[in-house]
């Protein structure tokens, strides 16, 4: 069945540290692949997209992720976390291409002083 | 990208009764999408909110339980129907643009009482 996976429910980096937040999915083909943030009581912000172009991808607030077909994963990073990055993060999944996500359960990141 | 608007943006039901949520997008696009957010969960599909025709259920929602209307490519209501405490959620309504990207309302959190 095709599937989400974020590995960590739960990261927590110090301010001006790198950021990784994980995420693989289960499919025989390749999908649009999407990383969202939530933040509390507010709705959710697209971060970036891959959609079969460029493998690494940048998206806003410095956030990029990485495509790697052999791994079926997609990890969101950044170089250096800012206190303002803590939120929920979410990785998505559109297998069939006709806007139908399926989501990871979720990555909540802390970020410490 | 696109604007989306859903009223109202939170509510405290009783249970056994109904609630109609609204979103309300600033430009006409021809995917819509339900979702629903547990406390603490990720998200989940609904519905493709179909216009002008039904709308097509995920497995484990039905139509009893979530009514949608689509009556233009600006507008949908999702209804919970006969609600219970099991129904408290954030429900999110989303479209989906050209390049493949997919916008999310603010979301309405619901609570039953």
């Not at chain 1, 999908?31 to 959609?51: A, D, E, M, R």
């Not at chain 1, 079969?52 to 994963?73: D, H, M, P, R």
């Not at chain 2, 909110?49 to 209307?69: C, H, L, R, W």
């Not at chain 2, 643009?97 to 309405?108: C, E, K, S, V």
């Amino acid at each position: 069945a095709q599937s989400v996976t974020q590995l960590d429910s739960h990261v927590s980096v110090s301010e001006g540290t790198p950021v990784l937040l994980r995420c693989n999915y289960s499919s025989s083909y390749s999908p649009s692949l999407f990383w969202y943030v939530q933040h509390p009581n507010k709705g959710l912000q697209l971060l970036l997209k891959y959609t079969s172009a460029a493998t690494l991808v940048k998206g806003i607030n410095g956030f990029e992720a990485e495509f790697k077909k052999s791994e079926t994963s997609f990890h969101l990073t950044k170089p250096s976390a800012h206190m303002s990055d803590a939120a929920e993060y979410f990785c998505a999944a559109d297998f069939n291409q006709g806007g139908k996500l399926i989501f990871g359960q979720g990555t909540e990141l802390s970020v410490k002083p | 990208s696109a604007v989306i608007s859903q009223k109202p943006s939170r509510d405290i039901c009783q249970r056994g009764t109904s609630l109609t949520i609204q979103c309300q997008v600033d430009s006409q696009v021809t995917m819509m999408f339900w979702y629903r957010q547990q406390p603490g969960q990720s998200l989940t599909l609904i519905a493709t909110a179909n216009q002008g025709s039904e709308a097509t259920y995920e497995s484990g929602f039905v139509i009893d339980k979530f009514p949608i209307s689509r009556p233009n490519l600006t507008f949908s209501t999702l209804t919970v129907s006969n609600m219970s405490p099991e129904d408290s959620s954030i429900y999110l309504c989303s479209v989906y643009l050209a390049a493949d990207t997919q916008y999310f309302g603010p979301g309405t959190r619901l609570t039953v009482l």
